[in-house]
């Protein structure tokens, strides 16, 4: 981003109040901060209030750090940096980016799903870099504020820009594509992820819906065609509708799928007769879906089945799902990212497939509302077969304690991570794989920490 303080005057000319300060000489910005711990020089701060913390209190931290203007509702007299002024920071974030998405030429790809949205969203900016300049949403800016940061990301340059969007209730989604007006969109699946807040699946797909009722009508819809919730949404949309999945109705789909464990997938890619054959080093089949929802954009902007797979095999990014290597020779999955039915299954798949004694760390998983029981006990009855050895981590993961030891699993029941760290360091053997996953409040990755630091020490963990 290349703002300067008379755009940002003429994107918020609305929006200023009285003793707002930047001027046209001011700027250029280089990026755009929303905390002040990562404020960079160059950066324009916007003061943002959180329901733990006000960024208004951070603004002198955030110019120490660089910062050369400000967005806030209130300054000190004495700020040695020119500011912006708004009723409403939040707002003027949301209009500033829309005006900035206004002047860069890229077409919006947004991607939005219960699970997988993040990797889908990479893989997709991934492939279509094998021709065309692309710009992806930072991490997992897909909110409305993060959103808003990505897109000032864009540049003159960029073809498309691939933009993940998240929700937790109604009207989220149809918030931020009115911010970045896609012209593509993707839908991975709908499954009970933020069942807390909405209630009821019907609700979910509602929400995600919000994304396919914003596309022109020359746009396209790539859907999960093997998730029936998402296929009920393809009547809300305008956009021609292209079809992915496993099955051969589908317009792009996979047949001849083989996992080859930690050493990725092979499948062969069709499309309208036509078939390449795919070799990619992401693991688990589930990354099928993913790579399928990459390839259906592709071929919608006009690439090549041949393109797609030489870009699955050399431009994927870094999964998630990391393997590390563990105390005294184990093998650590570090999936510690989040958790929800979906993602578990798969991940357990993937654990299935790897030789040695398996020991599973599975924490809670969060906001599955009434759905949350049930959850965590169909969990402890998927891993007969699968695990030897199970720690649980958190409340509700005693549910699926209970379940497994019923299977015959090895149970351990602890409270927290730190509880796990300690008796993970009696029970990991050489040549454990040990598959580390639980929602983020867990902060279960200060386990992954403690199991892959080094030097091993006899008897335990270091």
Wanted: hydrophobic share 45%; proline share 5%.
């Amino acid at each position: 981003m290349n703002l300067t303080g008379a755009q940002l005057r003429a994107a918020l000319a609305d929006r200023l109040l009285a003793g707002t300060t930047m001027m046209a000489a001011s700027g250029p910005f280089n990026g755009v901060s929303l905390d002040s711990r990562t404020t960079g020089p160059g950066d324009l701060f916007v003061a943002l209030k959180g329901e733990r913390a006000d960024g208004h209190d951070f603004i002198p931290e955030a110019v120490a750090r660089g910062a050369v203007g400000v967005l806030a509702t209130r300054v000190s007299n004495s700020l040695p940096a020119p500011a912006a002024l708004v009723e409403e920071p939040l707002a003027a974030l949301q209009a500033l980016a829309h005006w900035w998405r206004r002047q860069c030429p890229a077409e919006v790809i947004a991607v939005t799903g219960s699970v997988g949205k993040t990797s889908t969203k990479e893989l997709i900016a991934a492939v279509l870099s094998e021709r065309f300049p692309v710009h992806r949403s930072p991490g997992n800016l897909n909110s409305e504020s993060g959103l808003p940061v990505a897109l000032l990301g864009l540049e003159q340059d960029h073809r498309y820009a691939v933009l993940e969007m998240a929700m937790y209730d109604l009207g989220e989604i149809a918030l931020l594509c009115r911010l970045a007006e896609p012209r593509y969109g993707v839908v991975t699946n709908i499954g009970p992820v933020h069942l807390e807040r909405l209630g009821t699946m019907e609700r979910i797909a509602q929400a995600k819906g919000e994304l396919l009722e914003a596309l022109p009508i020359n746009g396209v819809a790539v859907l999960n065609g093997d998730d029936p919730l998402v296929r009920s949404l393809a009547h809300r949309t305008r956009a021609r509708v292209v079809w992915y999945g496993r099955e051969p109705s589908n317009d792009v789909w996979a047949g001849d799928v083989e996992s080859h464990g930690l050493n990725g997938l092979s499948f062969r890619l069709q499309r309208q007769g036509r078939s390449e054959l795919v070799r990619t080093p992401l693991a688990g089949r589930h990354h099928v879906h993913n790579a399928l929802a990459a390839a259906a954009v592709a071929v919608s902007v006009g690439m090549s089945l041949e393109e797609v797979a030489v870009a699955l095999e050399r431009r994927v990014p870094q999964p998630r799902l990391v393997v590390r290597e563990g105390w005294n020779g184990c093998t650590v999955l570090d999936d510690t990212y989040n958790a929800s039915p979906a993602s578990m299954q798969a991940a357990l798949d993937l654990f299935a497939e790897i030789e040695g004694r398996h020991v599973a760390v599975l924490g809670d998983m969060r906001e599955l509302g009434s759905a949350a029981d049930q959850s965590h006990r169909e969990l402890g009855r998927q891993l007969a077969g699968r695990a030897q050895v199970l720690v649980a981590v958190g409340e509700l993961a005693r549910l699926t304690a209970d379940e497994a030891g019923r299977s015959g699993v090895e149970t351990h029941w602890v409270s927290d991570a730190d509880a796990a760290a300690v008796l993970l360091g009696r029970l990991v053997l050489p040549s454990d794989v040990v598959l580390v996953k639980g929602s983020r409040a867990l902060e279960l990755e200060r386990l992954v920490e403690r199991l892959t630091a080094q030097p091993a020490v006899a008897g335990g963990m270091a």
